[in-house]
């Protein structure tokens, strides 16, 4: 397949563990986020599944603003967590990213028990 060989083979997702992933919040993301309220970042509690940049009070920078339309998938998320600057250029958050992909798989199963 022509598609195989240009793009190599598809990656298999990664399957998160919540409880590991609270431990990922609490050390790389509670300095500026919380579950339940606007702090630094916007809160994040519920995040999984709503669109992009659109929590009502919370003030998004213009890079995040030009990402609403979209919703925060667990792809979505991979990618923004991954690196916020590459994702978003010009965003405010201050975060290198989490290079580690079964962290950030972590994280995204933390936040999605997090927003049922």
Not at 60 to 89: F, T, V
Request: with cysteine.
């Amino acid at each position: 397949n022509f598609k195989k060989v240009l793009m190599g083979p598809k990656k298999k997702k990664v399957a998160g563990d919540a409880g590991k992933g609270e431990k990922v919040f609490k050390n790389l993301c509670a300095q500026c986020h919380t579950l339940a309220k606007h702090f630094t970042g916007p809160k994040l509690g519920g995040i999984v599944g709503t669109p992009i940049a659109s929590q009502e009070g919370f003030t998004y920078s213009d890079a995040m603003k030009a990402k609403s339309g979209g919703k925060w998938s667990e792809a979505q998320l991979d990618k923004y967590i991954k690196s916020p600057a590459d994702y978003a250029p010009g965003n405010a958050m201050a975060f290198a990213g989490i290079a580690a992909g079964k962290d950030r798989a972590d994280l995204i199963a933390y936040l999605k028990d997090n927003s049922k």
